[in-house]
């Protein structure tokens, strides 16, 4: 019959449309579905939903996963009481700027006072206007000392300088990327641990069996190229 | 009728700017135009995509006025940039800017439009539309999320909110708002604003001819 | 035994013989030889493919196409070979019905006015291909029809992948520039251009000379033609749709000359998001350019990771890991899935059912984007897989869930009820059929002839997909059909995308207990490494078949170099845009819109 096809099409549309009212009806009695923590967990599983589904970014936002990378930033001790930093982990071997695909890294490695190279940054300054996300300063960082932000919400009215960002501007401590995302980043510190004990242990030369980990640590090792 | 008292010629005394009634009249203003930013369809690259996925239902820019994505320029209040800008496209979106009516607004999407993005070493890549058109808000990322682009876009709307009905240029007779010339396709882009500097380095300077090309591209 | 194992082994046998079968290449060349003695193999060390004399490219291209059954022209590469002062121009042919690798033509000229036969009166599919080896290297094609510029414009000065050209904001050859590291004084390039941009004019140049004139330049095109019919007053008009155009799916243009309604000629217009991507990727280091592939097809950034890393593979030797290519075909099913999605929702904006289809499509497609957000860390730009694995392991969890648990709900229920969804809401629409059955169509040979690939191509009748014909990663293991539909047309293009939904479906459910029973298991060959150099040179050239069709990267490079001395993209909607405008002729001005919606699109490909 002509025409069935398009009222069958307009089942569908009325099926989605009633199924976003059906379920603002079924969510009325736990704090409504909206502005509520519990209903944001179901809402961020889309499938879960029969509806349609809107995040109140800025009232609620979808928090980000773990792996989420946006631009990258320094990581520093905990900053001693009073200061905004501590000491940076990053030791200017420039690798994160021989891997960046499009050249956005500048780093002014230290000199000791007696001209000698030191590990440590004097500058480092990353161009977020060529800045593509890619993470792989992150991923090839052999000291976990620079990582992918989650902030990302730095909508700005001028770029002149706010746009290349300084040490100063892109250190953050441990702790904010502990909080941000905390099951890599305890891998990550479970990594550091054994890579110091088997250094220790290769200068004693000890025969001791190596300590043994869980096996998601032990991926994760695998993958940072620990176990290698 | 207020409207046309403030934007007549008769010059404005200091005292009265700080007048409760245009301050209100102000945010009456400000809350209708933040509330009703129409986008220009307009997609460049990879940006455009998650411009799109910012529109659909999940983030849905209805909740901010913006869903009415017009399909011309003369109906549209914001350009969003979405992505990079390349020689043989931006003289279109310098004329796609200069078609806009005012207020107008430019919002630069990524890295790309900001500042010429991953691409910008390229030979075919504008290093940042804001050397062409006046940019007012910057999103940077590579894309930016849906979420970060309404960021920028409530960066805009607090844009907006600091603007003065007094002050606001679009009503004010004595500064008519100028049209950015259109860039040229020479043996590579011509930025007309800039003849004489490519003149300069090019050895000679011929004084006369600058008025001349100017004429030929108004 | 049981009949069942019988036949199981029946089955088993069937694949056997299908898989010993000869190498269609290796019979072609012997044959190709022997007719023509000039014809010789690439005598450069791990360069393979055939030496071809330039006068008589012709003769064994017609012989290859009609008589060695070679008759579908994948890819044409233009090479600038300085240290030879050799231009090359490199042809891949392969067969449809035999399948199997590519027979590699190869030319050689005078880097001085290089000239080489066009091969477009024969090949229509080789058309803009060739004209974008003018436009880059300058490499002349005698006999071609309409040899102008494609990605830039008339009048621009050099041919900017001449490896002697250099760009404004020239810093070194290759990547890592000196400047970075270690003293590193940030500067924007633009800084120490004199002009403040990202521009340069030859010497001496005066803006005097520039002749230009915005109105024409925009609106060229625009023209009334008055013919003297007598009797009869006819005008034919020409327009302009694009680059800013809602349905143009990006910043594409077409210029097309209608008598009233009707398309008489339609001819595509691109290069307005020509970012230079091959260039770039010859400054990269080999693992620098995998980002960059995201953002070719940005709607299928893992099928383009997937193409890019199995051409540097075949250089470096790498072998994947089990899980590795288990989790890469888990991510490109996914992607396809996605991308189509995306395609039938704008194709269906473009037919006039505006923003309903494709809000429902685009919700779908945020679920499989948000996979691959807590996946690879990105939305879009997955950058996910490296030489010799992926980049991480799949997450533990999802959303709350375990991530196995999740792909089960995904894969068994939530994808397939969707699909099931938008066949009801969609496929039998009166309005769908009316606008799609008998418009744009494109035959078997024409699709062919046309280099045309992907759903393009299978919608027309032929039965032609990478993952059957040549297989890579776990393919051959896999159990599903090619999609294919026989008219043509954009309903059947439509069709073909519902179909491969659905199979891609099926081969994710295959996948899903491989995925189980490697959990834990490595995922990258070796070592993560940074840098890569391929132990030997020579060429290599990677394909898939990506969501939009056949994705090659033909790369070749020096003996422990670390990046590419060539990086060609055979990009599928680039090559596809060549059959527009046959498909449009003497179709309605408003079917043009649903045409190329049916090509399905992506600008970050078209123009790289």
Redesign the interface.
């Known amino acids: 019959m002509y025409g069935l096809g398009i009222v069958k099409g307009m089942a569908v549309t009325l099926r989605h449309f009633t199924e976003t009212y059906l379920d603002d009806l079924r969510w009325a009695f736990r704090g409504g579905r909206y502005h509520n923590e519990e209903a944001l967990k179901v809402r961020q599983h889309l499938g879960k939903n029969r509806g349609a589904v809107t995040i109140n970014y800025p009232e609620e936002k979808l928090p980000m996963p773990e792996r989420f990378r946006f631009i990258p930033f320094l990581v520093t001790d905990d900053p001693p009481p009073g200061q905004n930093w501590g000491h940076d982990w990053c030791t200017s071997c420039g690798i994160c700027a021989k891997v960046c695909p499009p050249q956005c890294i500048w780093i002014k490695r230290g000199t000791k006072p007696n001209g000698r190279p030191k590990p440590e940054p004097e500058e480092f300054y990353i161009d977020i206007d060529i800045c593509m996300n890619c993470g792989f300063c992150a991923e090839f960082c052999p000291f976990d000392a620079i990582k992918m932000d989650h902030d990302y919400e730095l909508a700005d009215y001028d770029r002149t300088y706010s746009h290349i960002h300084d040490k100063a501007r892109l250190s953050k401590p441990i702790s904010y990327w502990r909080e941000i995302v905390p099951a890599k980043a305890a891998a990550e510190e479970a990594a550091r641990e054994l890579a110091e004990q088997s250094k220790g242990k290769r200068r004693s030369k000890d025969d001791e069996p190596e300590p043994q980990l869980a096996d998601d640590v032990q991926r994760q090792l695998f993958y940072k190229g620990v176990l290698y | 009728m207020a409207t046309e008292a403030l934007t007549s010629d008769v010059p404005v005394p200091d005292e009265l700017r700080s007048n409760v009634f245009v301050t209100s009249l102000d945010k009456v203003y400000n809350w209708g135009r933040r509330n009703s930013v129409w986008p220009m ?6 940006c ?3 411009m ?2 910012t529109a ?5 820019l209805a ?1 901010f006025g913006m869903e009415v994505f017009r ?1 011309t320029p003369r109906q549209s209040d914001l350009m969003i940039v979405s ?2 800008v ?4 931006v ?2 979106i310098v ?2 800017y200069n078609q806009m009516p005012e207020p107008r607004y430019v919002l630069s999407m990524g ?1 790309c439009a ?15 539309i ?2 062409f058109v006046p940019v ?13 682009l ?3 876009l ?2 805009l709307q607090e ?1 907006i909110d600091q603007q003065s009905i007094l002050t606001a240029p679009w009503y004010r007779k004595d500064t008519p708002s100028e049209l950015v010339p ?1 860039p ?8 007309l604003r ?2 004489d ?3 300069r ?4 300077v ?1 004084e006369h ?1 600058i008025t ?2 100017a004429q ?2 108004d | 035994m049981s009949d069942e194992a019988l036949s199981e082994e029946a089955m088993q046998n069937e694949v056997v013989e299908v898989r010993v079968h000869t190498d269609p290449v290796e019979e072609a060349v012997e044959r190709l030889t022997e007719r023509f003695p000039e014809v010789v193999e690439d005598p450069r060390p791990d360069f393979g493919g055939y030496m071809v004399p330039a006068n008589q490219i012709r003769d064994v291209a017609a012989y290859v196409r009609d008589e060695l059954g070679f008759d579908y022209l994948s890819s044409v590469t233009g090479l600038d070979l300085i240290d030879e002062g050799k231009m090359e121009v490199v042809y891949h042919t392969y067969s449809i019905d035999k399948g199997g690798s590519a027979l590699v033509l190869k030319v050689h000229v005078d880097r001085e006015e290089p000239t080489v036969p066009s091969l477009t009166p024969m090949w229509p599919g080789a058309d803009f291909q060739e004209r974008e080896i003018w436009d880059l290297y300058g490499i002349n094609f005698e006999g071609h029809p309409d040899q102008r510029r494609i990605l830039l414009w008339d009048g621009f000065e050099g041919h900017p992948m001449r490896k002697d050209w250099h760009e404004p904001f020239y810093e070194e050859e290759h990547k890592p520039f000196g400047s970075r590291w270690p003293g590193g004084e940030v500067f924007r390039a633009e800084e120490r251009n004199p002009y403040g941009k990202n521009v340069q004019y030859p010497a001496g140049w005066q803006p005097e000379s520039l002749e230009f004139n915005p109105d024409t330049e925009v609106y060229a095109g625009m023209t009334v033609t008055r013919e003297a019919t007598p009797g009869l007053k006819t005008e034919k008009v020409t327009v302009n749709m694009g680059p800013q155009h809602p349905s143009t799916h990006g910043v594409f243009r077409m210029v097309v000359t209608l008598d009233g309604e009707t398309v008489l000629k339609l001819e595509p217009v691109m290069g307005y998001l020509h970012r230079n991507h091959e260039q770039i990727g010859e400054r990269n280091t080999f693992i620098q350019n995998i980002p960059f592939t995201d953002r070719l097809d940005y709607l299928s950034s893992m099928g383009n990771n997937h193409g890019y890393v199995l051409a540097v593979e075949q250089l470096l030797g790498s072998k994947v890991p089990e899980r590795a290519e288990w989790i890469r075909i888990l991510m490109v099913e996914l992607n396809r899935i996605s991308n189509h999605a995306w395609a039938l929702g704008f194709l269906l904006n473009d037919m006039g059912a505006f923003q309903t289809p494709a809000l429902y499509m685009i919700t779908e497609r945020e679920l499989i984007v948000d996979f691959f957000e807590a996946t690879a860390g990105s939305r879009m730009m997955c950058n996910y897989m490296r030489f010799g694995g992926v980049a991480y392991d799949l997450p533990t969890e999802f959303r709350g869930q375990p991530t196995m648990e999740f792909l089960d709900e995904l894969i068994y229920e939530q994808i397939p009820r969707f699909i099931e969804e938008m066949d009801v809401y969609l496929t039998n629409n009166e309005i769908v059929r009316a606008r799609g059955i008998g418009v744009g169509t494109l035959s078997a040979e024409e699709a062919i002839a046309y280099s045309t690939a992907g759903p393009v191509l299978r919608a027309s009748g032929v039965p032609y997909d990478v993952r059957r014909a040549e297989p890579y990663s776990y393919y051959d293991e896999l159990d599903f059909d090619i999609a294919v539909f026989y008219n043509g047309d954009v309903y059947d293009r439509y069709l073909v995308r519902i179909e491969e939904m659905r199979q891609s479906v099926r081969i994710l459910k295959q996948i899903l207990p491989h995925l189980r029973s490697t959990m834990g298991a490595p995922i990258v060959e070796g070592k993560p490494q940074y840098a890569i150099r391929v132990p030997r040179g020579g060429d290599a050239y990677g394909r898939v078949e990506n969501p939009k069709g056949e994705l090659g990267f033909y790369i070749t490079a020096k003996t422990r170099s670390s990046n590419p001395e060539r990086y060609h993209v055979r990009a599928p909607s680039f090559i596809n845009l060549t059959a527009l405008g046959k498909m449009c002729r003497g179709h309605k001005v408003a079917d043009i819109v649903t045409i190329l919606g049916s090509i399905d699109i992506v600008l970050g490909e078209v123009d790289r």
């Open positions: 369809v307009f997609g460049l690259a990879c455009a995509i998650e799109i996925c659909a239902s999940r983030y849905d909740r399909a992505g990079t390349t020689k043989k496209m003289p279109t004329r796609l890295a900001s500042g010429g993005g991953p691409f910008k070493e390229g030979y075919h890549v504008v290093d940042g804001d050397k007012d808000v910057y999103v940077p990322g590579c894309p930016p999320t849906p979420q970060a309404i960021n920028g409530i960066a844009k259109i040229a396709l020479g043996p590579d882009l011509v930025d800039q003849l500097i490519i003149r380095h090019a050895g000679t011929q001819t001349e090309l030929k591209t």
